[in-house]
């Protein structure tokens, strides 16, 4: 286990590096996760000692946010003045983004599956 936790730390750390090295546009967990997945390709016995791991952090997960409830009660002055603004803009983005996804999903289920956008009934 610990093993894994050590794998998932250095694919993050390399890909932080390389972020800040590089100066690529990525972020540096994005360039972990791709050099993860190059990682699993290469050697696919890491798999079930990630799988236990990455299913532990998952079921506590919750505890991931408790530092930023505790940064978010810190920033009450800018909820008091921008609160509102900063709620609509939450709201309106997640909106145009649950509709952008729902379009490229139908565009792709079309495009990609044989009888995709056909009713089955």
Not at 45 to 61: D, F, S
Not at 66 to 82: M, R, S
Request: aromatic share 6%.
């Amino acid at each position: 286990m610990l093993r894994a936790i050590f794998l998932l730390l250095a694919c993050q750390l390399a890909g932080e590096a390389i972020h800040r090295l590089t100066g690529l546009a990525l972020p540096g967990a994005v360039l972990g996760m791709i050099l993860l997945l190059g990682w699993l390709a290469l050697i696919p016995r890491e798999r079930p000692a990630l799988t236990a791991v990455t299913g532990w952090l998952t079921a506590h997960l919750a505890v991931m946010f408790v530092p930023a409830a505790v940064g978010l009660i810190n920033e009450g002055d800018v909820l008091v003045t921008d609160g509102i603004g900063l709620a609509a803009a939450t709201v309106c983005s997640t909106m145009l983004t649950m509709a952008v996804t729902a379009l490229v999903f139908g565009w792709a289920l079309k495009r990609f599956v044989p009888g995709g956008g056909e009713d089955a009934a």
